[in-house]
């Protein structure tokens, strides 16, 4: 599993020449509800594995929580299960926060 950097996702997501990523956010829907990335998705952790059927394989996919590491074992869990294109967002919404939405604003 990969790192990426909110600065590094944030470009990602802004060049219309490359596919977007599936953002999937796997906290819990109270700390979805109160931030979240624009356009992630909610699969708590612990859905997973009952929820594996609903993603597609061969996509690419950054995993998303608060601080990076609930998404890290999740990614895990997601290559153990045969994903290949997977990317743990450094630093989770935290980082995203600070270094996409403060710079930008």
């Not at 819990?28 to 931030?35: C, G, K, R, V």
């Amino acid at each position: 599993m990969e790192y990426i950097t909110a600065v590094e996702l944030n470009e990602w997501l802004r060049d219309a020449g490359r596919p977007a990523p599936l953002l999937l956010d796997v906290r819990e829907p109270d700390e979805f509800a109160a931030y979240r990335i624009e356009g992630s998705q909610l699969m708590p952790m612990r859905s997973l594995p009952a929820r594996l059927h609903e993603l597609d394989r061969r996509a690419d996919v950054v995993m998303v929580c608060r601080s990076g590491a609930r998404s890290y074992h999740a990614g895990l869990f997601l290559r153990q299960n045969g994903f290949e294109r997977v990317f743990n967002l450094a630093g989770g919404v935290i980082a995203w926060s600070r270094e996409v939405e403060r710079a930008a604003a």
